[in-house]
């Protein structure tokens, strides 16, 4: 079974923190990395993609692939409270699966 | 612009009914997915797409089929309806093969069946 794991949540920081999403995968021959943002009764959309080990910066965010512990990351710097939402993390093998999400708030 | 159309937006429908979900998308993807998300369970893969006349199951295939007779669109059908599949669906699609780029999501089709 090809699984992702998110942790849980919910995650509560206050504006201006870092906000740190954690998730990790059992298939070994996922290649390709994804963190997708859904605003409540929205769809998911796609805030960052990581193919390769180490860090990604797109702005506030940073995505950081460790494929040998088989973790993926987001961290969220400066967060604002228009980053309230859930984060998906979703891998690919032989199709797309995702995790369960973390709902984070972020408190003015 | 390009886009991805589900329907209906919200349907109720009775156990042991037939009902389709209609996704149609102007993107001229090969790739089209089908997820259900449930409260704690995120998006679940349903069935799944990479052209046309290939369908293959996900993780939560029972209970649901789908067809691919044209690029556009991927409808998914519950011979019969069970309150299980009471749920929100959402249809993606995504340019590059086997899952390696961006999903695009219709707005989702909220399901009820009492």
């Known amino acids: 079974q090809k699984e992702v794991e998110q942790n849980s949540g919910p995650l509560s920081v206050p504006e201006g923190a870092i906000a740190s999403l954690n998730c990790t995968y059992s298939?070994?021959?996922?290649?390709?990395f994804f963190w997708y943002r859904q605003y409540s009764g929205k769809s998911p959309e796609l805030i960052m993609s990581?193919?390769?080990?180490g860090d990604k910066e797109d702005g506030r965010f940073t995505a950081q692939l460790n494929k040998a512990s088989q973790y993926v990351s987001l961290l969220i710097r400066d967060s604002q409270p228009s980053d309230s939402a859930t984060y998906l993390c979703a891998s690919d093998a032989d199709d797309m699966r995702f995790g369960a999400g973390t709902r984070l708030t972020v408190k003015p | 612009d390009a886009e991805i159309t589900q329907s209906p937006r919200h349907k109720i429908t009775e156990t042991g009914r037939q009902v389709t979900l209609a996704c149609h998308q102007t993107w001229n993807h090969n790739n089209m997915f089908w997820y259900r998300q449930d409260l704690g369970h995120g998006l679940r893969l349903i069935h799944y797409?990479?052209?046309?006349?290939?369908?293959n199951k996900g993780e939560v295939s029972d209970g649901y089929s789908v067809s691919r007779s044209n690029t556009e669109d991927l409808p998914l059908t519950l011979e019969s309806a069970a309150s299980s599949q009471t749920s929100v669906y959402f249809c993606a699609s995504s340019e590059k093969p086997r899952g390696t780029g961006e999903l695009f999501f219709g707005e989702g089709s909220r399901l009820t069946v009492l």
């Open positions: 797409s990479y052209g046309v006349q290939d369908t």
């Open positions: 990581i193919y390769s080990n």
């Open positions: 298939d070994r021959g996922s290649q390709s």
